[in-house]
């Protein structure tokens, strides 16, 4: 009944006072395996005999003691034929794909706030007239709102009038002094008149007419639609009191929620599709602008903002819309986005898509690359795809993932291994660790197979676990890491003290470095994982070393960085102190961005003396080899 009771001598079992009963033992390696018959719902302990449970009248499933030594048999189990086929135990590749997924969103339309304007009195008078009576109605630029009695704009009015009398006064004389005098007096009328709300017409009419008017019709600076009124006729108004707002509803905002679960898939400058009650049928699209860097602790989701044409004006704010988010990953966890690959877009203005550096037209702020907002850099035929499995093949509890994996060499036999699952895509798991491409993995049976180890009294999904480590690479290949943590080191100084001079002196440091590190000391299944950190570091240090400013300097350290992070925690290193690993939440607009220093002290590379400080660390990885290498590691 307890499995996991084992004593040298007979006796009763100390929980639950059953009788105890010899456990077969594994037999020399050439001996033949033997076959225990046990049920799958964990019943009773394996039997000697096959037939059906004595308890709930189940076929009993044979079992075989596998494995070659006693560390592999307490994390694998062989089944017969028989077994497998009434387990239905099915097996599947890991294997390397670009796997999608469609997030799914709700949320409600609203205004623009960069739309919305208040129409305010610029001058203290009497409304004696509004010609928009009523919320609702829609207005152009240039139409009239409201006509205004003001006894400043009188006076203003009488002033005007008088430095055009000057003028002319002026040149009847022929002093140009006096001339000059009453040009500037004018300009200046004339601009008090137009901060009062007046137009150049009207300016230009009240000098013809010679005349002040008693009343100002005040017009509309913008087109849209009144969506507040805040003044009736006859009132008294100050200067700065509000009339009316106004909203342009040629653009809107669709404000959704994501579940934070959501969020390695979303990124600003992603196309979304929605659909409203209104208008069953028809999709309609915009793009994603803004993310909230802070999640609601209530609903455990964070606000997505959404910039939507409305030309038509359809779309009506507080509408209950129905989003998607179609991505794909590629290694790594960038979004691969085929139209945004190596292009550079504005941090505020996602339309505002280039093929080079440069400034954004409409708000002047600096571009930036579509690779430091999260997305493929290269053309997305070359980007390495993720390892993924199937969503039926892990067991997963609580933190813990459990697969079990078919030897290819033993048929029949299955090694529990622990893994670090990615996000979920569809009908796939990103693989972060723990499996290696062009293994096989249970996606049928695995739950069955499980109850075997956990009858046996062997490691399971209910029994924590670690996954046995390969062979790790010897002292020689820790100490070429530490060159090239050493000429890091260099970068990451130079970037956190804005000597930008001194980047690239240390970023060719590192390429040679890189060049002396012999991964030769790897055994021949394993050599592939370095090749590929290999690249990643190399590629990120050329273009660190080819960087002609500053940011794009910072950009490729964000990547240098998690790729030399990724290293050292699967190699380890034969320094004699740790090195730390901070994080900037603010890098980057917000999204974050880690680095490793070898001393304490934040020294954020990411802002320099602007914001030196910003950061917090995030862990330490202490002196020593680390685990082995393992092929399913996140990648660019």
């Not at 097996?91 to 709700?106: L, S």
């Not at 209530?298 to 179609?326: H, I, S």
């Not at 290819?408 to 693989?431: H, I, K, M, N, Q």
Request: charged share 25%.
């Amino acid at each position: 009944m307890h499995p996991e009771v084992r004593v040298p001598q007979p006796g009763a079992c100390p929980i639950c006072g059953m009788a105890l009963i010899p456990v077969q033992v594994q037999t020399p390696a050439r001996a033949a395996k033997p076959v225990k018959y046990a049920c799958s719902m964990m019943c009773v302990p394996p039997l000697d005999k096959p037939g059906k449970c004595p308890v709930c009248g189940m076929d009993m499933v044979p079992v075989e003691d596998g494995g070659s030594s006693a560390d592999e048999s307490d994390t694998s189990v062989t089944l017969s034929p028989r077994a497998r086929r009434l387990a239905e135990v099915a097996v599947a590749p890991v294997e390397r794909k670009f796997a999608a997924a469609e997030i799914r969103m709700v949320g409600k339309v609203e205004y623009d706030e960069t739309r919305v304007r208040s129409i305010n009195s610029r001058v203290a008078g009497r409304l004696d007239r509004l010609y928009v009576d009523y919320t609702g109605v829609p207005v152009r630029k240039g139409d009239h709102l409201v006509y205004l009695y003001s006894p400043a704009l009188l006076s203003a009015q009488e002033e005007l009038l008088q430095a055009v009398r000057g003028i002319k006064e002026s040149e009847s004389i022929g002093i140009a002094a006096l001339r000059d005098n009453a040009a500037e007096s004018l300009t200046a009328v004339r601009a008090k008149l137009m901060l009062w709300g007046l137009t150049e017409e009207q300016i230009t009419e009240i000098e013809q007419r010679g005349v002040p008017a008693d009343h100002i019709t005040i017009y509309a600076p913008m087109g849209g639609v009144v969506i507040g009124k805040d003044a009736v006729e006859g009132m008294y108004v100050e200067m700065g009191t509000r009339i009316y707002t106004i909203a342009d509803l040629s653009r809107v905002w669709v404000k959704l929620d994501a579940y934070e679960s959501d969020l390695g898939w979303i990124r600003y400058g992603q196309e979304v599709e929605f659909q409203t009650e209104a208008y069953p049928g028809e999709t309609f699209h915009g793009t994603i602008a803004f993310i909230d860097p802070v999640l609601n602790d209530k609903t455990r989701t964070v606000k997505v903002r959404v910039n939507v044409e409305n030309a038509d004006g359809r779309l009506k704010p507080a509408m209950f819309v129905r989003a998607q988010v179609r991505s794909k990953l590629a290694a790594g966890g960038r979004v691969m986005e085929p139209a945004l690959a190596g292009k550079w877009m504005c941090p505020m203005h996602p339309e505002v898509v280039k093929e080079a550096a440069g400034a954004c037209e409409v708000c002047g702020m600096d571009l930036v690359s579509s690779e430091s907002l999260g997305y493929v850099s290269v053309d997305p035929a070359t980007a390495q795809a993720p390892l993924v499995i199937p969503v039926s093949a892990p067991l997963i509890t609580g933190r813990r993932a459990i697969v079990y994996v078919a030897r290819a060499d033993e048929p029949g036999t299955y090694d529990a291994r622990e893994v670090s699952l990615g996000p979920r895509a569809g009908d796939f798991y990103l693989v972060q660790d723990g499996l290696r491409e062009g293994e096989s993995v249970a996606v049928q049976g695995a739950l069955q197979i499980d109850s075997a180890m956990q009858i046996l009294g062997r490691r399971s999904m209910m029994s924590p676990q670690r996954s046995p480590h390969r062979p790790a690479p010897g002292e020689g290949f820790n100490t070429q890491l530490d060159a090239v943590l050493t000429a890091y080191f260099v970068v990451q100084e130079a970037l956190s003290h804005d000597r930008f001079a001194d980047v690239g002196v240390g970023a060719q440091q590192l390429l040679q470095g890189l060049e002396m590190v012999d991964g030769s000391q790897f055994p021949a299944s394993e050599r592939q994982t370095w090749t590929e950190d290999y690249a990643i570091l190399k590629r990120h240090a050329a273009w660190q070393s080819s960087a002609k400013d500053v940011e794009p300097a910072r950009a490729a350290f964000e990547h240098l960085s998690s790729g030399l992070i990724a290293v050292v925690k699967r190699y380890g290193t034969s320094g004699r102190q740790a090195v730390r690993v901070y994080h900037c939440p603010m890098a980057f607009n917000n999204r974050g961005a880690d680095w490793i220093q070898s001393k304490d002290g934040i020294e954020n590379p990411y802002f320099g003396a602007a914001m030196f400080t910003c950061g917090v660390l995030k862990e330490v990885i202490h002196p020593g080899p680390g685990a082995a290498p393992s092929g399913g590691s996140p990648r660019d």
